[in-house]
């Protein structure tokens, strides 16, 4: 495996594992330029992202992931595409979701910052 991928493996886990279980682990994963698109909706910001996903009107969540990609992109960051299912306070019936990352290197880092992410539910 080369190294984008295993970037983007391991990335998905850390992110959805956090997302799970504690939505304001979310916070250092974003810096002042990530951009959030949420169904449509567009935030700027550590604060404004973080406010949004931890403002979900839903008490327990939990991601199935169903696929992944991962690709190499300009200037040392890494694209990342997640297709899946979320489950919603327990709820058997899952609703489909596709979500695309852009990892950007975090200067004089080995680790990377989510530079753009886009999320969407898939309710056809």
Same mark, same amino acid.
């Given at each position: 495996?080369?190294?984008? /991928?295993?970037?983007?493996? /391991? +990335?998905?886990? +850390?992110?959805?594992?956090? +997302?799970?279980?504690?939505? /304001? ?32 009107? +839903? ?10 990609? #991962? ?15 979320? !489950?919603?306070?327990?709820? /058997? ?7 695309? !990352? ?6 004089? #880092? ?9 999320? #969407?539910?898939?309710?056809?």
């Amino acid at each position: 495996m080369t190294d984008f /991928e295993e970037i983007g493996k /391991e +990335f998905l886990s +850390f992110y959805y594992d956090t +997302f799970d279980n504690n939505r /304001e682990g979310l916070l250092d994963l974003y810096q002042e330029e990530s951009m959030l698109t949420y169904n449509g909706e567009q935030f700027k910001g550590q604060e404004s992202i973080l406010k949004k996903l931890t403002g979900l009107k +839903f008490n327990s969540i939990q991601h199935q992931l169903n696929d992944y990609q #991962s690709h190499p992109s300009l200037q040392d960051s890494v694209l990342v595409s997640a297709v899946g299912t979320i !489950f919603l306070d327990n709820n /058997e019936n899952g609703i489909s979701f596709s979500q695309v !990352f852009l990892l950007a290197p975090v200067q004089g #880092s080995s680790s990377y910052f989510i530079y753009n992410d886009i999320f #969407s539910l898939n309710l056809n």
